[in-house]
């Protein structure tokens, strides 16, 4: 597509606001139309009064996709047509800043019923308080606030053109609405909560009659903590705002998704409620039906594919709720998943090519897709190779992959660069040298570790063999490791332990990850770290990371695919029995994390489909 880039006429820059567009086309009833639409940053798009289109357009300005989104159902004879577009404006997790605009054309065959351009009408929409800047987490991005007792009389102008925009087609298919999900009201202090059965992501809708004008703060949230969903957790502000008019009030905001299981009210009098809770969006799938003996995997397996649905969207999110981030790891595994627990493969597609346009020139991948962040996790950069890898295995996609694999050799030569006189690659300063959330995972205990002195970690040294294994599995191209393996073992490995400690300063620390991958790549087979894996001296893996420590178990002997599965049955059922409706980001729940922040829905979690799948019988 090749179109105008479009915004307001003398409209100040400011971050955070909204602009709406209008105007009438043509059509041919009976006959297919067809929209394809890019912006930055979020828009809606209604045709004759009712939502027809909706979408974040999740890339980067250097590289631009527009969504194809069939509106046929909508139109008619004549149409009107409104689009408002939410500039976002501030870097997130989410989101990468570019430039304020709409672009998008309605077809229908060959015919071009309506482009974007200068005749378009366009004002603000001040319902929205523009330029507020409320953040919910720093990954997810902003709030709002929609005040329902503002009536909007700017007036209409020509909108004003900013060159042109040329953006490929995305494709993977768009978000829907699935209705409304049923939902208990309940009286609180100062409100209402809202609850329903399970896990859902949805558009905020309010129908209501308010006997005053007054605001409402609507908190949401996964879980009850100490007795109420919990707004604020140091700077993260999991709350939306909305000031009702004395009367009828009828509202959806289509443009930011709340997940979870609650909602608290705030309000100053009683209300007569119709509904408040969540539409339902979710990713047009098609299950497999997959059937097991035993109820307690078919409840996990169908638990874990509720978890995948929850978190995809316009790409795949780590968590629903408090992120909604696209990373390398987390999607690793649930594209893994996805081969057994769906017939698509357009999603994972779409998720590959955008995270191929985070590459940096410094060979490394963005910490997220599309992401304002400046800083990395390195060893996420060495899962690509994988994940490409399961991608051309599960779909025979030769053409997708082919066209990755400029990516893959950059990634590679970068690390090998960083190989210094020690042999090793020492851990990225000013980079999140993140392995795992389990306690003791890190250098010196630290978790973050973005500025730190030079140090050497174990899994970021395996991890890249492990991706040249892989990258050589994709091309048959071999990168001689061997030198780097040789200085692996003699730095790491302690023989009077029989396990390869995770860093070479401070407290000596040993773990199922680490001591994984060190098998994964073939070390420590002579010593028989093998049969030593199930130690319960080494530190767990968390449920993101068990695939590496189940995959080395399964190399060391097939018959620990019994262990697998009762180790999955046994982690995954504590969860079941505590009400989880989704799978959570860690076994330790909500308290995890930092500062009660652990979600509750974490699609890295969805793990145990795979080895279901391929291991119970």
Known sequence: MQQKWIWVQDDKIENDSYAEFIGTFSAETGKDVLLNIACDSIYNVEINGELAAFGACADY???KYYDSVDV???CKAENEIKITVWYLGIGSSTYKTGERGLAFEILQGNN????SGKGLLSRKNVNYKNGYGKLITTQLGLSFLYDNTVENTLPYKESKENGELTAEPRGRQNCMLNGRVPVTISRIENGYRIAWEREAVGFLELDFVAPKAQKLTIVYGEHLGFGKVLRMNGSQDFSVEFIAKAGENQYRNAFRRLAGRYLDIECETELDIRYIGLNEVIYPLEKKGRKFADPLSQKIYDVCVHTLVCCMHDHYEDCPWREQALYVMDSRNQMLCGYFAFNETEFPASNLRLIADGLREDGLLDICYPSGKEYTI???SLIFPTQLYEYKLY?????????????VRRILDG???????TGLIPALKGHWNYYEWTEGSYADGEYSGRITPTHYDLILNCAYVYACDYFEKLTGEHRDTTALKAAIERNFYNEEKGFFKLCLTGKERYSQLGNAFAYLIGLGEKQGLGERLTSNELIEASLSMRAFYYDALLKADEKHKDYVLKDIKTRYKKMLDEGATTFWETELGWRDTIGFAGSLCHGWSALPIYYLCKYEH
Do not use: A, C, G, W
């Open 112 to 115: 071009v019923l309506m482009v």
């Open 61 to 63: 300005p250097h590289h």
């Open 72 to 74: 046929t159902k909508y």
């Open 395 to 407: 779909t025979q996609d030769n053409e997708l992959v082919e066209s990755l694999l400029p990516i």
């Open 378 to 380: 390195p060893f996420f």
């Open 415 to 421: 690390f090998e660069k960083r190989i210094d006189e």
